[in-house]
């Protein structure tokens, strides 16, 4: 068996290439590094050459980084190469029990790989200690969807916290007040009326009593297409 230890980076990953367990792996480390047998490759066609000329029967991946290891799925499932998936956690006690103190990429590359052929890499059932990450397409579809719905709304919380800074100097009295996204219209109401400049009573009223009026301070067209951003936000939210 040929199998791939992939430590998978942003746009690139690290490829180890094991057929057995290394009678010394800490040896067998210094070895692949003055062979230069640890295979820096990008996500592109070259890095997918690399990857199919090595001929794996299998890949082992850390799924910490999802978004980032999904270009390696996509290239192991239309090749037919199997995936096999080892936890944060374990993949730590690996390291560890191999004798690597550091979190390098190169060392995670081949401790992933080691993994597979490891005999003391299983359960008390006698079995892998592999994740079931892809088994279900049903459960993949769902936490794809929980992850991307998961991202819009970090990304919201800082566009948000970015538009009250902006209404602590335009509109003060509003920079306080709740920004959560309506259960009934699907956005939230005072940042539609910001981004829309349409009329609604109560922002209307308040915007009125503004102390911004008597400093000569006023909505800026910045302030209303962040605004607006917002809401292009609030929407992709709600309708996942």
Known sequence: MRIIGLDVGRGSAVLCCLEKFPDIILQHYRLLKRKKKFYHVKCSKAGVDKLRSLNPDGIVLEPSGHWYSQF???????YSIKIYWVSH???????????????RDEEDALCLAATYFDPQFIDDEGRKRYLNYYQNELVANLRELFLAKEQLQKLRTNLVTQLRQRLSYEFPEAAISSMEISKVREFTPLIYWLAKNNTNTRYD?????????????????????????IIEVEHAIVGI
Not at 72 to 78: G, I, Y
């Open 72 to 78: 390696w799925v996509a290239v192991a499932k239309t």
């Open 205 to 229: 009223n308040k915007y009125k009593l503004s102390i911004a009026h008597e400093l000569g301070i006023t909505i800026t067209d910045y302030t209303r297409n962040h605004a607006s951003t």
């Open 89 to 103: 956690t374990d993949l730590y006690c690996a390291r560890g029990n191999y004798g690597f103190g550091n979190k």
